[in-house]
């Protein structure tokens, strides 16, 4: 019953920007971890961000460091991802992520619920 559900994917040019928001329904996550991956077209699910529980505390990807942050709010029971300077390679389905246990956490085997994923496409 407990429910992720992202929005915000779409189409960006090469360098352009975009937002992706995650609420959580069924389910306070305040006291919890959250995250974001994507899966490349043919590859793994892949790490991108996460955050600690209050905020604190972040970690992301070498790949996305400088260039995208994970906001959260806890009044609104939502985690964002915010990238900026995309590049094509980056083209993939993000999935938010959320874990039942507290620390901070790169690995998708440490999450528990997950969104169904939203697409995100970059032209070059």
């Known amino acids: 019953q407990v429910r992720l559900v992202e929005s915000g994917g779409g189409l960006v040019q090469a360098g352009g920007s975009l937002k992706l928001s995650c609420e959580a329904f069924?389910?306070?996550?305040?006291?919890?971890?959250m995250a974001w991956f994507r899966r490349v077209r043919g590859k793994e699910r892949q790490f991108v961000a996460a955050?600690?529980?209050?905020?604190?505390?972040?970690v992301y990807a070498d790949s996305v460091k400088g260039r995208f942050t994970i906001p959260r709010e806890h009044a609104n029971n939502a985690v964002y991802l915010q990238m900026n300077d995309l590049q094509p390679e980056e083209a993939a389905v993000y999935y938010c992520?959320?874990?039942?246990?507290?620390?901070?956490?790169?690995?998708?085997?440490?999450?528990?619920?997950w969104g169904q994923g939203t697409q995100v496409t970059v032209s070059s």
């Open positions: 992520a959320a874990s039942a246990n507290n620390g901070i956490y790169s690995n998708t085997y440490e999450y528990s619920y």
């Open positions: 069924g389910r306070t996550f305040n006291s919890n971890p």
């Open positions: 955050i600690n529980w209050n905020g604190g505390s972040t």
